[in-house]
T-cell receptor, first 115, second 116 residues
Framework: KQEVTQIPAALSVPEGENLVLNCSFTDSAIYNLQWFRQDPGKGLTSLLLIQSSQREQTSGRLNASLDKSSGRSTLYIAASQPGDSATYLCAVSVLTQGGSEKLVFGKGTKLTVNP | GAGVSQSPSNKVTEKGKDVELRCDPISGHTALYWYRQSLGQGLEFLIYFQGNSAPDKSGLPSDRFSAERTGGSVSTLTIQRTQQEDSAVYLC??????????????FGPGTRLTVT
């Protein structure tokens, strides 16, 4: 059974700092890995998707890496801003028992960027 | 363009009542997913629809849960005889499908269900 773990559970940093969020998964049989952010009381916003054959993806100040063989991904946020404060969720796409696809999520890292 | 929409945004119901939650996916997205986010369990998969194919119900927690997708678009998740442990945020997502895992899933804002 696929399990996704995110460390740390919470992180508080001063504005302007570069930071890394970690995600690990137990089974390397994944189709892709997605990073999402979730603001309080809101749905999920997709940040980056890395296909299983890729090593990294970049979007603006965000960079995500994937090492499928070791079951690890990192999300790097450069020059953090107070608007980056949110919960960041990592999810891997896997085959379901019914033969389709689903996302398996970690429990998230709650990030607070202090002005 | 419009994203995934869900209604209602909040629903409070008494234990034992039935509830229906609605999801409107992004136009043109053939895949639709339901997930549940609860305090103890995090986010978990419930059901998957792809076009007119039979749904993948492998994530449904009990036979009190069912879902339909009419005309390959709007979906309704029904929970019968609600229990307090059904209290959670129910999230819907949609994606384009051109092979497993090819496309990202786009999520709606969710329906917060509270069973009293």
């Amino acid at each position: 059974k696929q399990e996704v773990t995110q460390i740390p559970a919470a992180l508080s940093v001063p504005e302007g700092e570069n930071l890394v969020l970690n995600c690990s998964f137990t089974d390397s049989a994944i189709y892709n890995l997605q990073w999402f952010r979730q603001d309080p009381g809101k749905g999920l916003t997709s940040l980056l998707l890395i296909q299983s054959s890729q090593r990294e993806q970049t979007s603006g100040r965000l960079n995500a890496s994937l090492d499928k063989s070791s079951g690890r991904s990192t999300l790097y946020i450069a020059a953090s801003q107070p608007g980056d404060s949110a919960t960041y969720l990592c999810a891997v796409s896997v085959l379901t028992q019914g033969g389709s696809e689903k996302l398996v999520f970690g429990k998230g890292t709650k990030l607070t960027v202090n002005p | 363009g419009a994203g995934v929409s869900q209604s209602p945004s909040n629903k409070v119901t008494e234990k034992g009542k039935d509830v229906e939650l609605r999801c409107d996916p992004i136009s043109g997205h053939t895949a639709l997913y339901w997930y549940r986010q609860s305090l103890g369990q995090g986010l978990e998969f419930l059901i998957y629809f792809q076009g007119n194919s039979a749904p993948d119900k492998s994530g449904l927690p009990s036979d009190r849960f069912s879902a339909e997708r009419t005309g390959g678009s709007v979906s309704t998740l029904t929970i019968q005889r609600t229990q307090q442990e059904d209290s959670a945020v129910y999230l819907c997502a949609s994606s384009l499908v051109a092979g497993l895992g090819r496309h990202e899933q786009y999520f709606g804002p969710g329906t917060r269900l509270t069973v009293t």
